[in-house]
């Protein structure tokens, strides 16, 4: 049961253009949305987060949109760059008993950004 | 200040084999979280430890266990190694606390390369 969905394995965009990087999820107890940027033999680096009251979150070049009616949250990458060439995981947080939290991953999206 | 290390990065084993991986977190952070890394699969989430306690529990055998120690430290050991366990493992830290409950981001280590022969 993939309650966290990319489903897209690959994405390759021109230099300079917009990379739009998508990933659904089912359950309604997630509240927060993360995104992480893993290189190759390097661990995932976060990148990017948004609570679930909010559609939209902007840092720099990335950008998180949320639509919790479609529970879907996209990631805009403007402008996309030859070094944001990455594997990209979605990821959503919810609270279970007490203080611990768990986040639940996609499967990640290859982008590559052609320069 | 120092990142999240894990160790061994790379390993190989045999079917039927055990296996120990180590990771030490974020200095400060009490909160310890494995996952297993395979192609299309995304990050599967195996356990998280938080003072010395297992704190949450994914959906794998028994055959893979985990601790912490009082320092954070943790292991984490798959036994009666199979073919399938062959995956990047990755370790990561929290504080674990009240002021991760916002968003739970987790840091995480560079990983271990598990091979199963």
């Known amino acids: 049961d993939q309650q966290v969905k990319q489903n897209s394995p690959s994405l390759s965009v021109q230099e300079g253009r917009i990379s739009i990087l998508n990933c659904d999820y089912t359950?309604?107890?997630?509240?927060?949305f993360l995104w992480y940027k893993k290189y190759p033999a390097e661990g995932p680096t976060f990148l990017i987060s948004?609570?679930?009251?909010?559609d939209k979150n902007e840092d720099g070049r990335f950008t998180v949109f949320l639509n919790k009616s479609a529970k879907h949250l996209s990631l805009h990458i403007v402008p996309s760059q030859p070094g944001d060439s990455a594997v990209y995981f979605c990821?959503?947080?919810?609270?279970?008993?007490?203080?611990?939290?768990?986040?639940?991953f996609g499967s990640g999206t290859q982008l590559t950004v052609l320069p | 200040k120092a990142g999240v290390t894990q160790t061994p990065r790379y390993l190989i084993k045999t079917r039927g084999q055990q296996v120990t991986l180590s990771c030490s977190p974020i200095?400060?952070?009490?909160?310890v979280s494995w996952y297993q890394q395979t192609p299309g699969q995304g990050l599967q989430f195996l356990f998280e430890?938080?003072?010395?306690?297992?704190?949450n529990k994914g959906n794998f055998p028994g055959r893979f266990s985990g601790r912490q120690f009082s320092n954070s430290r943790s292991e984490m050991n798959v036994s009666t190694l199979e073919l399938g366990d062959s995956a990047l493992y990755l370790c990561?830290?929290?504080?674990?606390?009240?002021?991760?409950?916002?968003?739970?981001?987790?840091?995480f280590g560079e990983g271990s390369r598990l091979t199963v022969l």
């Open positions: 990561a830290s929290s504080r674990g606390g009240q002021r991760e409950l916002n968003t739970g981001e987790l840091f």
């Open positions: 359950n309604s107890m997630f509240d927060y």
């Open positions: 948004i609570s679930s009251i909010k």
């Open positions: 990821a959503a947080s919810r609270l279970l008993s007490g203080s611990a939290r768990q986040l639940t």
């Open positions: 200095s400060g952070h009490r909160s």
């Open positions: 430890y938080f003072s010395e306690t297992q704190r």
